[in-house]
């Protein structure tokens, strides 16, 4: 594991390769906090290896783009205190948050608190799918979590407000993930109303706190209320924010990133079976238990990656975007700040990954037609991943790599896969420039990127390969 860790510079060179401006990483608190405290001491071989990685990217040209927390939290403090169920987390974090600025905030100028906490509030604290594991029968323990998690995001940013943004001059923003959701039938005003149901719950959960009202969204108070009063609760299981709390969220971000990958179609039913008439697991069931009477499905003719649940729709960036600039009247920077495509571990890896040149082609595209043709401030573009790395609960075998990297090699190589000379010319053109010979063959294989061809791993034409 420590080989694995000295090789940034090798990261640095694979993102130089890529031609690439910026780069995002996490920093783990236990590697800064061993015990998660500043009074358990500060681990000074920690703030090395940051400093070390933070200072290469900025020799070579690229900027540093860091998120405090991506999911990995104190193991010492989840069995202490119980993690994010605990008020006690909020001040934990912000002595973290603190000390990060203090260390590294000379030259790190955009900061994240959390990246994407939807997921690993529902996953470890609601459904057990991911760290600490906890599976939440009563619906209560994830709506603590969040509600925890919302505040320590507050406090964060208010402190490095006050005591860190006028000598560093840096911004500090969170990133939320998202699935967008279209009504199965636009015409059916239940099957609208369950499309934006669902974004309140998925986006608006932490979206509105932030960037709306400083409050959770009224129609999550609302249905929440109404299903804990059906069930014999004495009050609500959201918690309240109080009104001082409420205008110290609001407004706490100096940018959104969202993480945007894929879509749903909503629609409204009493069936309580798992599974719609395509076979579609109804994955709403399990990962919103609070918004009732409707399902989820999918379009047969969505292709997808291994990860069955992400499947490829391009269009959803742009209407994601469109949607919170509406919903919060926010017309503040924006970034992507993950998507991508996955396949499956192989024992000979097919370096020929014609589904990811597709993927990015898309996906970027959507991103070009939102600045250009929407007006929207968006400023950055991260893909999921730069290797293929430990893909949470799926281990090595996803791999969402834009390089190749061997885990039966103590060295762990990586060696670029093909969709990278694709990403680089986006990447380094900014888009898809008139007459640019990535853009004439986006041109040639734009229809054939839409079926599900190469996401099967059917080679294209060579005629569409200039």
């Not at 500060?42 to 405090?68: F, K, R, V």
């Not at 605990?86 to 203090?102: G, H, I, K, L």
């Not at 205008?247 to 629609?267: E, K, P, W």
């Not at 017309?331 to 700040?337: A, E, V």
Request: with cysteine; charged share 20%.
């Amino acid at each position: 594991m420590f080989l694995f860790h000295r090789q940034y510079s090798r990261d640095v060179e694979m993102s130089d390769e890529l031609g690439l401006n910026s780069y995002r990483f996490s920093i783990s608190w236990t590697r800064i906090l061993p015990d998660g405290t500043v009074a358990g001491g500060i681990n000074q071989d920690g703030i090395d290896y940051y400093n070390n990685l933070i200072n290469e990217l900025l020799i070579n040209g690229m900027t540093p783009y860091i998120s405090l927390y991506h999911w990995d939290g104190p193991q010492a403090l989840q069995d202490q205190y119980g993690g994010w169920v605990s008020e006690t987390m909020v001040d934990f974090f912000n002595d973290y948050a603190r000390v990060c600025f203090q260390a590294f905030g000379d030259r790190v100028k955009h900061w994240v608190t959390f990246n994407e906490p939807w997921s690993f509030v529902v996953g470890g604290y609601g459904i057990a799918g991911g760290a600490p594991g906890i599976w939440d029968a009563n619906y209560t323990v994830q709506y603590k979590a969040a509600h925890n998690v919302i505040r320590a995001h507050a406090r964060a940013w208010h402190t490095y407000d006050e005591e860190f943004r006028a000598d560093q001059q840096g911004s500090c923003g969170i990133v939320i993930g998202s699935l967008w959701s279209e009504p199965l039938d636009p015409d059916n005003p239940q099957d609208v109303l369950g499309a934006h149901l669902y974004q309140q719950f998925f986006m608006g959960w932490f979206g509105n706190p932030i960037f709306g009202n400083g409050n959770y969204p009224q129609e999550m108070i609302d249905v929440i209320a109404a299903n804990s009063q059906q069930e014999g609760w004495p009050e609500s299981r959201l918690p309240v924010f109080t009104e001082e709390e409420i205008l110290y969220n609001r407004g706490t971000a100096d940018f959104v990133g969202l993480n945007q990958y894929s879509a749903r179609l909503i629609y409204a039913s009493n069936d309580t079976s798992p599974v719609d008439q395509n076979g579609w697991f109804n994955w709403m069931s399990i990962m919103i238990p609070d918004l009732r009477g409707y399902k989820e499905t999918v379009d047969p003719s969505w292709p997808q990656g291994e990860m069955i649940f992400l499947l490829v729709t391009p269009w959803c960036v742009r209407r994601q975007l469109e949607f919170f600039r509406g919903m919060y009247q926010y017309d503040g920077p924006f970034y992507l700040t993950e998507t991508g495509i996955s396949e499956a571990e192989s024992d000979q890896p097919d370096l020929n990954d014609i589904w990811r040149t597709c993927y990015y082609t898309l996906y970027t595209n959507e991103v070009v037609k939102a600045v250009e043709l929407d007006g929207v401030d968006h400023r950055g573009f991260f893909a999921w991943t730069l290797m293929d790395n430990v893909e949470w609960g799926s281990e090595t075998h996803e791999r969402f790599g834009l390089f190749y990297t061997n885990f039966s090699d103590p060295a762990r190589t990586r060696t670029a896969k093909n969709s990278v000379a694709t990403y680089r010319d986006i990447a380094t053109t900014n888009g898809f420039p008139a007459g640019a010979p990535h853009t004439e063959t986006a041109r040639a294989i734009w229809d054939w990127c839409h079926t599900w061809e190469p996401y099967e791993g059917t080679k294209p034409p060579a005629a569409t390969f200039k």
